[in-house]
């Protein structure tokens, strides 16, 4: 039956009203879940924006917009946004590349290589906190390993955590902040980044690993009587046919970075002042920690999450024409 | 182009002994077919040949030069897989040029080649497409392409038709005859298909369980099988094959089969005495039985021998293909196949007496398998 023998026919109106209710109850639970914890409080944090307010917000005064051009102007907005955009570049790219040369080590067949796989990807298993209080002690400037090692290498110690380079101090405009990127670490981010880097490779391996498990014995054979080497059976071979994957794993690396939280919180605490404060974390700050400006952190919220859905979008327009899907 | 020696070559993969001592020289230039049923180790035979399987004992040479240690990649061999194994993100173009760009052939060069190879394969339309977008036929002139492109050493070929249609098949094997005829190239070409083996194998080579059971021109290797395996490996329907004791009748020696005795020519008896042998299975091919001739045209043809034996017996299945019929007779309790013109049409339940012609029985030992007499 097509659509316009549908329409032509009496009463079947009433069917696809009847259509409708019959799919109603499959649709409500995620319509309530989605409702409840998506669309709700979204609304909720553009309507909250709109007002300062008291602590425990018995009293509001309504601001408009006036609150939204504050927040999203603020050298503290400004700074939040350099030091997520550097946490991200430190974390998701490292992060991949590791995760896939440790998945390309993984995945010959040799004896015993299913210990290395458990050990590569173990880091998936510990927790953010256990995590972050193994890296306290590993970056402790003075008993920490990793100084131990810059030592031995004949470098002079870094104050890891306490450490803010480019991110603290005073700087005239934005444009010598970015100047001041390249050349003053910030070593309190690299810390907060490498003890992330630490905890996602485990992930990255495990799907980078499954990826490569899809890709068919015989290309590499083909390639090899073709005259291939192995660093071209990987560039031509592994990359192309991962590509998808490789995607994938950017994007929730992507987000992932934009929602760390506890490592920064057990690590550093945003500091040195804002040196490591990305910008969940000076929501954070902002909403749950005195004077309580819950506006403010809406609307930081907000601004949060409509950089990850342009980033994701961004993502899928950018990549999607090179990633080749079988 | 280059001939390919195999030599001495084993390979076991734990348990499983996949070639036993494999010696088999493919001459320059020449059309090879590895027949075997499934599991009989043709395709271990060709990876090893490739550098993709090593093997536990022997040693492979390509020309006079020793490759038994030289990786896939510098072997200069070109391989058609059975599932073309097409690189699914690259174009027809990118496809047929990568063992070129591996080679770091130049840029004007690689085209001129793919524009070249492809329009002989008739696939020259086809450069900017996917293989996802292509059929079985069009691929399988992609993986030739990718090939012949760089002129090897030799072509190894492992069942590259069974994934196409039975019409697509016999056309291509057709064209792959013609194309190893005028690339003047030396082909391996692995299939358990016996028609392909004799049509296209201007030699062919019988595997069974790892181990060489017979190498020659197909005609040759039809009209004498080494053995059990190959005569009833090779014919289609295949060759009846009626087992029975060695007796001496008349001063002729003869087996004493379920369907009836069958004499054994003179040649062949002094093998048997000389061997020992006390039973023997007998290989009739289903096209050598024939219906009795009637007195009067045994008259007349006065040079017709007597038969080696006649098998009495009725027509149970008489399944007809139009240009002949094929007819399943029970003699003694025993099926035999006689492969019979078309008409006069036999009917089921019929009665019918075949005879068959001394020089066509084959005689093969009951216990070694192996072909006796001439
Ligand atoms: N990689 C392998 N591991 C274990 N056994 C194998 C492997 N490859 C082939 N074999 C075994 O070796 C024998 C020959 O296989 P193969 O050469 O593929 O046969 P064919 O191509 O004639 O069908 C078979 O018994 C098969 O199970
Ligand atoms: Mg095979």
């Known amino acids: ?326 | 182009m280059a001939r390919v020696y195999f030599e001495e070559i084993s390979k076991r993969f734990g348990g499983t002994h996949a070639l036993r001592d494999l010696t088999l020289e493919v001459d320059d230039e020449e059309f090879f077919v590895l027949l075997g049923p499934s599991g009989c180790g043709k395709t271990t035979a060709l990876r090893i040949a490739a550098g993709l399987e090593e093997p536990t004992a022997g040693a492979i040479y390509i020309g006079d030069r020793d490759v038994s240690f030289v990786p896939a990649k510098d072997r200069d061999l070109a391989m058609v897989f059975q599932n073309y194994a097409l690189y699914p993100h690259m174009s027809v173009r990118d496809n047929v040029a990568f063992g070129l760009r591996m080679r770091g052939y130049a840029r004007d060069e690689i085209e001129r080649l793919v524009q070249e190879v492809t329009a002989t394969l008739g696939i020259a339309d086809l450069l900017d497409r996917k293989p996802g977008q292509l059929s079985g036929g069009q691929r399988q002139r992609v993986a030739l392409g990718r090939a012949m492109v760089r002129r090897p050493q030799a072509f190894l070929m492992d069942e590259p038709l069974s994934n196409l249609d039975s019409k697509m098949r016999v056309q291509m094997r057709a064209e792959l005859v013609r194309l190893q005829r005028d690339l003047a190239a030396t082909f391996i070409y692995v299939t358990h298909d016996q028609v392909e083996a004799m049509t296209m194998g201007q030699r062919i080579a019988v595997l069974e369980g790892g181990k060489l059971q017979q190498v020659g021109l197909p005609q040759d290797v039809y009209d004498r099988p080494a053995n059990r395996f190959v005569a009833e490996f090779i014919g289609s329907p295949a060759m009846n094959v009626l087992e029975g004791d060695l007796v001496v009748e008349g001063g002729h020696t003869a087996v004493r089969t379920p369907a009836g005795l069958v004499r054994v020519s003179d040649a062949a008896s002094a093998d048997v005495r000389e061997q020992n042998i006390t039973s023997l299975a007998v290989g009739i091919r289903p096209e050598h039985l024939t219906p009795e001739a009637t007195e009067s045209a045994a008259a007349t043809s006065a040079a017709a021998a007597s038969p080696a034996a006649i098998i009495e017996g009725q027509a149970d299945l008489v399944e007809s293909l139009g240009s002949e019929q094929h007819v399943t007779v029970v003699a003694g309790g025993w099926s035999v196949v006689a492969n019979l013109p078309s008409s006069p049409r036999i009917e089921r339940g019929a009665t019918l007496r075949l005879a068959v012609a001394a020089e066509h029985v084959h005689l093969f030992d009951i216990e070694s398998g192996e072909r006796v007499g001439p």
């Open chain 1, 1 to 326: 039956m097509t659509a316009a023998e549908g329409v032509a026919r009496p009463g079947s109106l009433v069917r696809s009203a009847w259509r409708m209710l019959a799919a109603l109850p499959f649709l409500l639970p995620s319509m309530v879940l989605f409702g409840a914890f998506v669309f709700y409080p979204l609304g909720k944090a553009v309507y909250l924006g709109f007002f300062i307010s008291n602590p425990f917000r018995t009293r509001q005064i309504y601001v408009g917009f006036d609150q939204y051009r504050e927040v999203l102007t603020s050298s503290e907005f400004v700074s939040s946004l350099l030091v997520t955009g550097t946490f991200t570049l430190y974390t998701v790219f490292p992060a991949i590349a590791i995760g896939t040369f440790l998945a390309v080590l993984a995945n010959q067949r040799l004896p015993g290589i299913i210990v290395f796989r458990t050990v590569f990807s173990s880091t998936i298993a510990a927790s953010v906190a256990i995590s972050a209080v193994l890296w306290l002690v590993l970056l402790h400037p003075s008993i920490g390993v990793l100084n131990e090692a810059v030592e031995a290498a004949g470098l002079s110690r870094v104050n890891w955590l306490q450490d803010g380079g480019w991110a603290v101090g005073e700087h005239a405009t934005v444009f010598d902040m970015v100047a001041a990127w390249f050349i003053d670490p910030n070593w309190a981010l690299i810390s907060v980044s490498l003890a992330t880097l630490w905890m996602n490779i485990g992930l990255f391996t495990v799907i980078v690993l499954a990826g490569l498990q899809t890709i068919p014995e015989e290309l590499y054979e083909a390639a090899r009587v073709d005259g291939a080497g192995r660093w071209q059976q990987f560039r031509h071979v592994t990359l192309p046919m991962l590509s998808p994957t490789l995607f994938f794993a950017s994007v929730i690396g992507m987000i992932f970075a934009f929602q760390s939280f506890g490592q920064i919180q057990i690590l550093t605490e945003g500091g040195p002042v804002d040196a490591s404060t990305v910008m969940l974390y000076s929501i954070y700050e902002t909403g749950f920690e005195p004077p309580f400006r819950v506006g403010a952190a809406a609307v930081q919220s907000l601004a949060l999450f409509a950089i990850m859905l342009a980033l994701t979008l961004a993502q899928f327009r950018m990549l999607a024409g090179r990633v080749f899907y079988r």
